[in-house]
């Protein structure tokens, strides 16, 4: 997992599961209550048998013992099911609970350590680990407890009934856990490796399945299928391995307990035969001696299962550590502190048109640096003063840092260094939340959040009506296009049941209704035809009127009119100025038109692309 603090020292899984545990204690101990009473009422059937037994030779009356006997097994009855209710409220609710501690992580971390696991990967933690969870959480630990107590008890009453006897069952426990201390560590450990395989697959599939276009029509269909297949067998390896240890410890206890048995009756029948003892204590003690094959049963597989559980708790644990956003200073976050501080002077920029600045909304960027984790730095010393009205477009050839500049202004990455300003507020001074406020966001691949064309439409204002979506929705000319659908603004939308095109449209129409003070579009006219296009350049100078619009602009058409053009290079800022300075004053500039054989004495009408 990403940026998983590797000085820190792990804590012992068991406490990971305790702390799972902790805040349903008050569940914990009504399942244990209900398991002891359980437990009692069957250690008492023995006894209550004896006297049964006592009373058929003529030792006492038949009648108390036998209602004795039908009360405990009513009572044993009753307890068993006030357990199983009550273990079920508790692993339903350490799961639901682990998987609020994990949805909430995934939302509110840091961007680029979520980023680095691939999708599918996190959601089998939530999914298939949080399942094991529940089986150790409740009744592994539960069973285990229950398990111990019977088995005290028994031996007890076996202590009571024939204290010589209860020597040999006594050697048999030992030997058991003895063994059971040198299998179950590798148990844990091979789990763990094969609930990784299974996070890897839920990764591999999910890229290839959102790829699964590209891979049909390269007819690599089979090279996908061999690699899934690789690491399904993997996981299935270590589950064997695991499987087998499993088996071998199960069955190491049900062969001691039938062992113990037998030893039990050899020396029971000549304890008998020499008068130390009667038959109807040897009768109980027996029957002692099979119900320690519950407890030890139970406790095998408690013990085993709980490996299982184990390793999910870490699994879980690692996405409790991601480290999450909020109001950490600007670069404070990531340790390394301002490293490049020399100041440089921020020319100011004068739009062509009149536009009006230091409302407290325009932007300034002094002297930032910024980088991906392990990496170097991709943005060096950007120094860029942007209006608070206006259009400004970035361009650069692919890999300049262009959507890393848009990354840094939304809080998305950190900078290492340098003042990033929103107005008269400091970055640092306010939460990622409260700078995101500020902006509506188109981004690159335009995806559909799950839900209704409604509820994608109101991701960032949820007030919008139904009047302003249909007159935004008729801009960008999208109206035709949920009149077709089932439910119209009601209707389930998916990246299957809309075009590239659609849903970039419907992402810029999200951006409009929030009306916020500066617009990010990335390369937001990628994917729309002509007519798309002209209507989201119209809307960007609509815009550009009141609030800030920062473009990355891959058509010219986007480009040649912006107010401001910021070219980048290399993590640099080269030139900015509007087309005709460019022109005049940047080779880089003139260098991407005539790649695109774009005449540069002019503007051009056509829509054609950079990068
Ligand atoms: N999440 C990431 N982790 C590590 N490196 C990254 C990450 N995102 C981008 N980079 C690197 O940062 C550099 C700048 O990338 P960026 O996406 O900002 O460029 P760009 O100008 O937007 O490119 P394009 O026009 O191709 O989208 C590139 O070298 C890229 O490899």
Redesign the pocket.
Known sequence: MGEEPTHEVEPPRTRLLWELIRPRLPLFALAIVAGLIGSAARLGTPLATKHILDSVSGKSGLIPPLAILIGLVIISAAAQWWQLVTLGNLSEGVVYDARRRMNLRFLYAR??PL??SPVGELVTRVTSDSVLLREAASSSVVGGVNGVVMLVGALVMMAILDITLVGVTLIAVLVLTFLFGRILPSIAKSQERAQAAVGELGGELDGNLRAIKSIKAAIAEERVRTRLDEIAARSRDLNMFAVRRQALAITTSFTGVQVSILAILAFGAVRVSSGAMTVSTLVAFLLYAFQIGDPIGQLSTSLTQLQAGLAAARRIRQVDAMPVEGGSPQGGSNGTGPRHRAGHPVAEWQPKRSVPTGDGSGMLLRNVFA?????DP??NGIDLRMPSRGHVA?I????????????LLLRF?EPDSGELRLGTHAYQDVSASTTRTHFAYVE?ESPLIPGTLRENLRLINTHATDEAMHEVLDRLSLRSVVDTLPGGLDAEVSINSLSGGQRQRIAVARALLADRPVLLL??ATAQVDALTEHAIHDAIVDHARTGLVIT?A?RLSTVVDADMIVV?QD?RLIAQGTHEELLASSPLYKDLLSALRIPTDSAPENAAE??
């Open positions: 961007l680029t980023q680095r980088s991906y984790p392990d990496g991709v943005l970035l650069g050839p692919s890999g300049a840092g262009k959507t890393t500049l848009l990354s990455l690159q990335d390369e990355i891959h980048l993590g950079f990068g």
